[in-house]
């Protein structure tokens, strides 16, 4: 290894402090995309005392990896000051923040190669673990503690751009979220006075299939006469620019497109339901469904199937799916056309900031993966000078 490579294990050490004051209640859990996860075991009737205490800058990693494809469940605390973890978590801190800081340590253990390293020195016949002899064999580059700050920093600018985009989105969502059940649930769309319709007086009717009071002028109707669906098809092997969307959103990027201006549905497994809207060329796959607004309605659409809420609609319970024809036998409102357009109209903008953000975004994501690779050669090219 290069002079300016240490080994881990002379920078940290375990800690198993357990909770046998019962005076930590949070329960977390480690993911493979290194955070912290509210935990989801079931602890009815359980004895809290031998779970672990973990503190503010402390480390949790799951040394079994044989059941994590190719990743280690590994976390830094940074949210709480304290909480628990699973006895079968394995908890250690740096033993002096002034030669080693914990940010960039994290930094170290997101890197991929990290991952692969854990994977390979793994060891055992009936589970892979990566046990805490093999952590502390962990080779690293640690330069001085100040150059460490700065990649930190340099790091958490990108970081902290790209929650802001998150918490952005989030917000212009719930805008167009909001304004869908204003017109189209409440029913206060504007009136050609610009006034909010119901409760400006409104004229309404009764509607015997949806057993409610519906505007004057609207009806009901199958999904179908707004939505064209159809089923995506196996992603192509070669890399390039264009998205493909699985049921969890983009999966990879490949060199061909199958649709665009799109809505896309997650048909089958955990992610049944779940909606995407992509207005450039990309590639739905075989575990997604694709929809086509059939008259240019693609926002009020999206929103449309948001409020269905899709996953209540799917079927099967070992494999959970959604079919094009469950899809298009759905009764729904038809609104008049000049409100969904003018809801189309509006949205557009919400869209395309969320949208921008999310490209944003991506790039910012690749220029954290490109600061993660650099880290290797920070002290070895100040080794050449």
Partial sequence: MSSNYKKLGDYIQPINERNKEL????????????????SIANTVGTNFKNYKIVCKNQFVYIADTSRRGDKIGLAMLEEYEEALVSQAYTVFEIIDENKLHPEYLMMWFRRPEFDRY????????????????EMCEVELPIP????????????NTVTNRIKLNEQLNLKLEETAQALYKHWFVDFEFPNEEGKPYKSSGGEMVYNEELDKEIPVGWSVDRLD??????????????????????????IDFVNDSNFENCIIVGRVGAYCGSLYLERKKCWVSDNAIMGKSLSNE????????????????????????ITQGTLNELKIKIPEKNIRIDFNIKTEKIISNIQSNNEQSQKLKELQSLLLAKMTKVEVEKELV
């Avoid at 006469?225 to 992603?235: A, D, E, T």
């Avoid at 693609?298 to 799916?321: H, I, M, S, V, W």
Wanted: with cysteine.
């Fill in 118 to 133: 854990a994977r390979f020195k793994s060891h055992g016949s009936v589970r892979e673990v990566f046990d805490w002899e």
């Fill in 225 to 250: 006469i707004l939505l064209n669906f159809k089923n995506g098809k196996k992603k192509p092997s070669s890399k390039g620019k264009y998205p493909v969307y699985g049921g969890n959103g983009i």
């Fill in 298 to 321: 693609l926002y009020y659409c999206f929103y449309l199937l948001k409020y269905l809420n899709l996953a209540d609609k799917r079927e099967g319970t070992g494999q959970p799916l």
């Fill in 144 to 155: 001085s503690i100040e150059k460490q700050q700065e990649i930190v920093d340099e790091y």
């Fill in 23 to 38: 005076k930590v209640e949070t329960l977390l859990g480690v993911s493979v995309q290194k955070v912290f996860i509210p």
